[in-house]
Nanobody, 120 residues
Framework: QGQLRQSGGGAVQTGGSLRLSCEVP????????LGWFRQIPGKEREEVAT???????THKLHVTGRFAISQDRAKNEFYLQMNKLKPEDTAMYYC??????????????WGQGTQVTVAS
């Protein structure tokens, strides 16, 4: 138990959709926050969306209205639905979990990463 396991991702055309999944072996409720981050080569890792124990969700401005985070506690999974994808969404995406912060400020566990590539 411990590290998160991701699935999904891949390559799509502009305007397409993808869904990322993250399996949480310890169970979703073990953590105060579950989140998705992404990293573009040469840039800092950035937050994309988070969800806390009370299902309060945050989405960063650059994905608001296009991406949606959700969770299924019964399956010990959470998801990132990505719609209307743009080339600038191309990045390595990571799921993360934080036991101490409801805002995913200190994620201690990470998924292995999955590449999302959006062709123009």
């Amino acid at each position: 138990q411990g590290q998160l396991r991701q699935s999904g991702g891949g390559a799509v055309q502009t305007g397409g959709s993808l869904r990322l999944s993250c399996e949480v072996p310890r169970g979703n409720s073990f953590y105060k926050c579950l989140g998705w981050f992404r990293q573009i080569p040469g840039k800092e890792r950035e937050e994309v969306a988070t969800i806390d124990r009370n299902d309060v969700k945050t989405h960063k401005l650059h994905v608001t209205g296009r991406f949606a985070i959700s969770q299924d506690r019964a399956k010990n999974e959470f998801y990132l639905q990505m719609n209307k994808l743009k080339p600038e969404d191309t990045a390595m995406y990571y799921c993360a979990a934080d036991v101490s912060s409801s805002y995913c400020l200190y994620p201690g566990e990470w998924g292995q990463g999955t590449q999302v590539t959006v062709a123009s």
